[in-house]
């Protein structure tokens, strides 16, 4: 059964730090890129960062760069997103997806996703 499972998220405070995990099964991982995407309330989902199935690409929305870091080990079929500085404006549900490798230059836009994690929640607040 094919599934991405996200862990991790929470309640941080401003200027504190999260780790979110993805891990998959069900297909074969090292040939997907992999994306974490964030939908705050009343939004749309948007790309936040995204790593190609080698982990050799990595792409960053501008409003995280500098403080988000995405990893992935092939070997625990697992994506990381290590979230540092956070604000307020972070708060959101965070989906990991995954899409084939060949479709790396789209991995920010929701379209073309292959797979959809359930999402996890991060609230940044005081």
């Known amino acids: 059964q094919l599934q991405l499972v996200e862990s991790g998220g929470g309640l941080v405070q401003p200027g504190g730090s999260l780790r979110l995990s993805c891990t998959a099964s069900?297909?074969?991982?090292?040939?997907?890129?992999i994306g974490w995407f964030g939908q705050a309330p009343g939004k749309e989902r948007e790309g936040v960062s995204c790593?190609?199935?080698?982990?050799?690409?990595?792409v960053y929305a501008d409003s995280v760069k500098g403080r988000f870091t995405i990893s992935r080990d092939n070997a625990k079929n697992t994506v990381y997103l290590q979230m540092n500085s956070l604000k307020p404006e972070d708060t959101a549900i965070y989906y990991c997806a995954a899409r084939p490798s060949i479709l790396f230059s789209q991995c920010l836009l929701p379209k073309t996703v292959s797979y959809w994690g359930q999402g996890t929640q991060v609230t940044v607040s005081s």
């Open positions: 069900g297909f074969t991982f090292r040939d997907y890129s």
């Open positions: 790593i190609s199935g080698t982990g050799g690409r990595i």
